[in-house]
């Protein structure tokens, strides 16, 4: 079985500050890592995704995230937080082979940029 | 028009009502997937189709009927909804989908329904 855990449910930054958004995960086999962006109104759009080749993994809008295992921990951070950065964020994992292969999202956590 | 398209944006329908929800993809992928997104819960899987075959029933109840007529569309049919399926429903397609999730979902913007 495999499960994500992301802890709280908002984070509140101000403008120019990190950015760091915490991912925990559970998975018996290697897993598949991905971070997901929801914009209000809009659906999830691919931020980045580690794959078993560099453990730091760079996306799109400035963020990155870190895969390492022996903390199963893939957070996702930013170095300077922007207005346009306020959204949901989900973490998912996806592990096993054939049949028991899924994706499993987090419940998300609401990043708020203050001026 | 390009990437992942849900019609209407937007439906309030009573628990009567028969309605559907439209999804077509644009992108050439073979996976095809229906997701519920409800205030402070994680995203439920509810169904996935693989080169039009459904390939994963998340234990939806039948008052939620999916049909994936080719690659590039899928419907959801809803009747006799309760109030609680109120919520905003995601479309997704992947490149491969249902054996090897390792290519990303690329979702649409979804539809708010609202069962009064």
């Known amino acids: 079985a495999q499960s994500v855990t992301q802890l709280g449910s908002h984070v509140s930054v101000s403008e120019g500050a990190l950015v760091l958004l915490r991912c925990n995960y559970s998975?018996?086999?290697?897993?598949?890592l991905f971070w997901y962006v929801q914009y209000p109104n809009q659906g999830l759009q691919l931020l980045l995704k580690?794959?078993?080749?560099?453990?730091l993994v760079k996306g799109i809008n400035g963020f990155e995230a870190e895969f390492k295992k022996s903390e199963t921990s893939f957070h996702l951070t930013k170095p300077s937080a922007h207005m346009s950065d306020a959204a949901e964020y989900f973490c998912?994992?996806?592990?096993?082979?054939?049949?028991?292969?899924?994706?499993?999202f987090g419940k998300g956590i609401t990043l708020s940029v203050r001026p | 028009e390009t990437g992942v398209t849900q019609t209407p944006r937007h439906l309030v329908m009573g628990m009567t009502n028969k309605k559907s929800l439209k999804c077509e993809q644009h992108?050439?992928?073979?996976?095809m997937y229906w997701y519920k997104q409800s205030a402070k819960k994680p995203l439920e899987l509810m169904f996935v189709?693989?080169?039009?075959?459904?390939?994963e029933n998340n234990s939806v109840p039948s008052r939620f009927s999916p049909e994936c007529p080719n690659s590039s569309h899928l419907f959801l049919h809803l009747h006799t909804l309760q109030p609680e399926d109120s919520a905003l429903y995601l479309c997704?397609?992947?490149?491969?989908?249902?054996?090897?999730?390792?290519?990303?979902?690329?979702f649409g913007n979804g539809t708010r329904l609202t069962v009064t």
């Open positions: 997704a397609s992947s490149q491969d989908g249902g054996r090897r999730v390792r290519s990303p979902l690329h």
């Open positions: 998975s018996s086999v290697p897993p598949y």
């Open positions: 580690y794959t078993s080749a560099a453990t």
């Open positions: 998912a994992v996806s592990a096993g082979a054939g049949a028991n292969s899924k994706l499993t």
């Open positions: 992108l050439g992928h073979n996976a």
């Open positions: 189709y693989n080169f039009k075959e459904q390939t």
